[in-house]
C-alpha cells in the first residue's frame, strides 16, 4: 500500500519548489506508448459549506463528504487562495476513487489560534468500505501551509480520508494534489470563478424565466425573522405607479427592484441557522416570470462576459439559502442579480457573505440589507455604465453596500436590538481593483443613508437608531 510520507517544511509562499534528482535504476523495458501523467489539484475554492454538520459537499474532483468540518475563507483560516478545509474533530472522505495513483500531497497548518493536534491519512481500496492509515500521525503545530506527500504504490481503484486523530482543536487543510498515470477515472470541472464560472455567461440561449415556489423553510411573511422585519427602507409598494421603487416578495427575500436600472435598489433577508442547510448551489439562473409586463426581463445570458466583464453578482447569496431547492432557486433570478465586478463579487462579498454565515454557525441571526447606487463600474474588461441587452441598458452600479444586524438567535428581538447591537455596515467600489479585505471598506449605517437616501433600520426606536447607525464596526 502506501508507504510513509515526504515532509515539504518550506512555508507556502506563492513560489515554486525545488526539483529532486531523477533515478536511474531499473532496466529498459520494450518501446510502447506511455501512460500519460495527470496532477490533479482539489484546491477548495469551488465548494461553500459553512457549518460543521456531516454533509456531502461537491467540489471539482467530486463529491466529497464533511463531518465536523466546513470550507472556511476568515481571516484566521490559513488557506492558498481564498478557502480551506477547516476540520475539528471529524474527517473529510472522497466519495469516488482514483486510478493509477502514484502520491498525494497535502498543505495544512493549524487554525488560528488554536493549540497543536494530529490528523491522520487513512486510503481505502474497497470502495471506502475499510480504510488502512498511510505513513504515521501528522502533527500540527505552526500557522503557516506545509506540505506532506505520501507515496502511493497499490494499482487500482484508491479514495481517501483525512481524519482528526484527538482533540477538538482545528486544523486547515488545503490544496490536495493527485499524481499519477493513465486515466485517473474521475472528470474535473465545477469552478466558481473566471470566464466559464456560474456567475458569468457566455451563452446565447436564455434559459426559461420562472417564479418561486415559497416553501415552509422560507422565513414569516410578517412579524419577526421576516425578511422587512427592521424595515422598509425606500417605502417600496408593490404598484406599478412605482416602477423604479416596486417592491417584490420572493418568500426566500424581499426587494426593491427598479424598472429603469433593470436591478434591484436593495434586498433584504433575515439569516439563521434554519436557512442554511445541505442543497448545492444551482447554479440556475432564470429571468424572473413575475414582472409586471411593461418591465424589461432580464435574461439568464444578458450579462455577456466577453464584453462587458462584470459577474451576473447576487444580492441575496446562494449560500445564504441552501436550507430546500426551492430556497437555493429563488436566489438566481435575475431579479436579484447586479453587474458586479468579479473581483468585488468573487473575493470580497464572497468573504463578507461567509464571514456572517460564520456568525451564525456561532449562535447568532442576521438581519441583511444588501443595495447598490450610482452608475459606472470597471470589471474585467473595463469601464462601463450599462450593459446592453436588446432594447434595455443594465445599469452598472459604482457602488455595492450592505448592513447586517447581528444579535444572538432568540426571540423578541426588537428588544434586544440596543445601542450596543452589532452592526456591520459595508460599501464597496464596483471595481476590479478592489482589496479582498472587506473590513476595508467599513463606514456607519448613516454613510450608507446619505449616500442613498434611504430610511434603513426604520422599525428600531429611533434612540436605537441614533446610537446604532453612527458606528463604525471594528470588523473581524
Keep these: 500500500m502506501a508507504v510513509g510520507c515526504k515532509k515539504d517544511s518550506t512555508p507556502n509562499n506563492g513560489s515554486t519548489g525545488s526539483t529532486g534528482s531523477t533515478g536511474t535504476t531499473g532496466t529498459t523495458g520494450t518501446t510502447g506508448t506511455a501512460p500519460t501523467p495527470y496532477t490533479i489539484t482539489e484546491d477548495f475554492e469551488a465548494g461553500s459549506k459553512t457549518a460543521y454538520a456531516a454533509a456531502d459537499i461537491n467540489l471539482i474532483t467530486g463529491s466529497w463528504n464533511f463531518n465536523d468540518a466546513l470550507i472556511g475563507s476568515t481571516a484566521p483560516d490559513v488557506k492558498d487562495g481564498l478557502k480551506s478545509v477547516r476540520l475539528r474533530t471529524g474527517d473529510i472522505a472522497m466519495n469516488f476513487d482514483i486510478n493509477g495513483l502514484s502520491q498525494i500531497s497535502i498543505k495544512h497548518a493549524k487554525y488560528g489560534t488554536d493549540a497543536n493536534s494530529t490528523w491522520q491519512l487513512l486510503m481505502s481500496t474497497d470502495g471506502g468500505t475499510t480504510y488502512t492509515q498511510v505513513g504515521n500521525d501528522i502533527s500540527e503545530t505552526g500557522t503557516t501551509l506545509v506540505t506532506d506527500s505520501f507515496k502511493v504504490t497499490v494499482t487500482g481503484k484508491v479514495r481517501f480520508e483525512i481524519k482528526k486523530a484527538v482533540g477538538t482543536t482545528r486544523v486547515n487543510i ?3 494534489v493527485f499524481k499519477g498515470t493513465g486515466d485517473p477515472g474521475i472528470t474535473v470541472g465545477g469552478g466558481t470563478t473566471g470566464p466559464t464560472g456560474p456567475d458569468t455567461t457566455a451563452t446565447s ?13 422560507a422565513p414569516p411573511v410578517t412579524g419577526e425573522n421576516s425578511n422587512l422585519f427592521l424595515g422598509n427602507p425606500s417605502n417600496a409598494t408593490p404598484s406599478i405607479t412605482f416602477a ?10 424581499v426587494e426593491s427592484y427598479n424598472s429603469t436600472k433593470d436591478e434591484p435598489n436593495w434586498v433584504s433577508w433575515h439569516l439563521d441557522a434554519s436557512n442554511i442547510g445541505s442543497v448545492d448551489r444551482l447554479n440556475n439562473f432564470a429571468a424572473f416570470s413575475g414582472l409586471p409586463p411593461d418591465f424589461f426581463s432580464v435574461q439568464s445570458n444578458s450579462y455577456s462576459f466577453a464584453t462587458y466583464g462584470f459577474d451576473r453578482g447576487h444580492n441575496c447569496p446562494s449560500a445564504d439559502r441552501t436550507s430546500s431547492t426551492d430556497a437555493n432557486s429563488s436566489t438566481f433570478l435575475m431579479t436579484n442579480m447586479i453587474p458586479q465586478a468579479p473581483n468585488n463579487n468573487e473575493h470580497t462579498w464572497a468573504n463578507l457573505e461567509n464571514y456572517l454565515r460564520e456568525q451564525v454557525a456561532g449562535g447568532n441571526e442576521v438581519y441583511i440589507i444588501m443595495g447598490s447606487y450610482g452608475t459606472g463600474g470597471t470589471g474585467a474588461t473595463g469601464q462601463f455604465n450599462y450593459i446592453t441587452a436588446g432594447s434595455a441598458h443594465i445599469n452598472v452600479p459604482s457602488n455595492v453596500w450592505k448592513v447586517a444586524v447581528i444579535i444572538p438567535a432568540g426571540t423578541g428581538d426588537i428588544s434586544r ?13 464596483n471595481v476590479n481593483s478592489i482589496d479582498a479585505d472587506w473590513t476595508k471598506y467599513i463606514v456607519s449605517v448613516r454613510d450608507i443613508e446619505t449616500a442613498t437616501g434611504y430610511n434603513l433600520l426604520s422599525n428600531l426606536p429611533q434612540n436605537v437608531q441614533d446610537a446604532i447607525e453612527v458606528k463604525k464596526d471594528a470588523g473581524i
Excluded: K
Design 244 to 253: 423604479d421603487n416596486y417592491l417584490i416578495d420572493q418568500g426566500y427575500y
Design 205 to 217: 440561449n436564455p434559459t426559461t424565466a420562472r417564479g418561486v415556489t415559497v416553501g415552509p423553510d
Design 417 to 429: 436590538i440596543t445601542a450596543t447591537t452589532r452592526v456591520i455596515a459595508v460599501n464597496t467600489p
Design 174 to 176: 488545503d490544496d490536495i
